[in-house]
């Protein structure tokens, strides 16, 4: 009985003989994936907001979070007055705005 566990115990000791690296490999090809398939895609586009909302200007026509159409009238620091019908106009921050609309 005795040499029968010794037997399995080093038929499963055998087995884990293989590369020590393995388990570092696949984490850091895990993050790899990670970071191509999440992280990298949500920077770019956090980046490409970031310059829609620096290049704002007097005039332009903007769609914000809410789904609200107007035109930027006036711009302080982080705020905009934009008007969204004829006297109109409403306060919003910079970031509330989702894309320049076309004309």
Do not use: C, W
């Amino acid at each position: 009985m005795v040499s029968e566990a010794f037997a399995f115990a080093g038929a499963a000791g055998g087995q884990q003989g293989g590369n020590p690296y393995q388990g570092i490999i696949m984490l850091v090809m895990m993050f790899a994936i990670f970071y191509f398939l999440l992280i990298r895609p949500q920077q770019k586009k956090a980046r490409m907001h970031k310059e829609l909302v620096d290049s704002l200007k007097i005039g332009d026509t903007v769609i914000t979070v809410g789904g609200i159409y107007g035109k930027v009238v006036a711009i302080q620091d982080d705020v905009l007055s934009v008007e969204i019908a004829t006297g109109v106009k409403i306060r919003i921050t910079r970031s509330s705005v989702v894309s320049v609309a076309q004309d």
